[in-house]
């Protein structure tokens, strides 16, 4: 009997899915991706602002003690600084990760204290915990080099389009010269849909400019550090970060070209039965 009702539920569930299918129109399908884009261009902006689970895992640079072999080169005037910087460092295992609107440290490998003030956070620390100011540097970095706007105008400018395509008509019943119902979707107004790809076009390029730009900062400066504290600091790239930013890209540019094959569709078929 038990088996017969999860049938039976699972059956009707089923059903239910199938009965909005027929409704379920094209610009639904691109505000559905529009959406989904947003929310993790919103998650980026949102990395290290708190230390609410996960947040403190989105970032874009981390930088943290750790002892290990120095890397070698004949461009070093004097390999042995590391001697110096190993002494300075000392015991410290503090961690410091960089985000959009905030700093998250770990100084003792527990719970993450996350501000968007540096000195709020270097004022928790002891002096021991952090004696190459890596909090400094991370500062440094969110305010020199991070920028976190054109991501901004890219999530209003995605929700524009949104609210754009929510106005395309879905299909509704008309009664034909014979006197018969049938359900009928009229074409979406052609200066709207042309709005609406040029704003999701120009919203796709700012995220490319700022993913670019956030990657390519985020590199440079985490193999500067690193090299600098040879031997005494390590530093990394934030992936899910990345991933965030290059699948909200993504998204964006697959709603931009299905916006521009449907304005494509719609012409030719209105010359072709106009």
């Not at 600084?81 to 460092?89: G, S």
């Not at 004022?123 to 440094?140: G, K, R, V, Y």
């Not at 076009?201 to 900062?217: P, Y």
């Not at 299905?258 to 569709?265: E, Q, R, Y």
Request: proline letters at 5%; hydrophobic letters at 55%.
């Amino acid at each position: 009997m038990a088996s017969e009702s999860t049938v039976s539920r699972v059956a009707r569930f089923q059903t239910g899915w199938i009965r909005f299918l027929p409704f379920l129109g094209y610009h639904h399908v691109l505000m559905i991706l529009i959406a989904v884009a947003i929310i993790l261009l919103s998650l980026l902006l949102a990395g290290c602002s708190s230390s609410s689970p996960l947040i403190p895992e989105i970032f874009l640079i981390s930088l943290y003690y750790k002892s290990y072999s120095p890397v070698p080169s004949t461009a070093q005037v004097d390999f042995n600084v590391h001697n110096a910087i190993a002494n300075i460092a000392g015991p410290a295992v503090l961690a410091a990760r960089v985000g959009y609107f905030g700093i998250c440290i770990n100084p003792d490998g527990g719970s993450w204290l996350c501000s968007n003030n540096a000195t709020a956070l270097a004022n928790e620390i002891q002096l021991d915990q952090d004696p190459l100011n890596l909090i400094w540097l991370a500062s440094q970095f969110k305010d020199m080099i991070v920028f976190p706007y054109l991501i901004i105008i890219a999530i209003i400018f995605a929700f524009i389009c949104l609210l754009l395509l929510a106005t395309f008509p879905g299909w509704h019943e008309e009664e034909d010269a014979a006197g018969s119902e049938r359900e009928v979707k009229p074409f979406p107004s052609r200066p709207v849909s042309q709005i609406a790809l040029a704003i999701i076009f120009i919203a796709s390029i700012f995220v490319l400019v700022s993913v670019l730009w956030q990657h390519t900062a985020s590199v440079a400066a985490s193999i500067i550090a690193q090299d600098f504290g040879n031997g005494s600091v390590l530093s990394g790239v934030g992936t899910t970060a990345m991933v965030l930013g290059w699948f909200s890209f993504a998204l964006l540019i697959v709603v931009t070209i299905g916006l521009l094959v449907m304005i494509l569709s719609i012409r030719v078929l209105s010359e072709t039965f106009g």
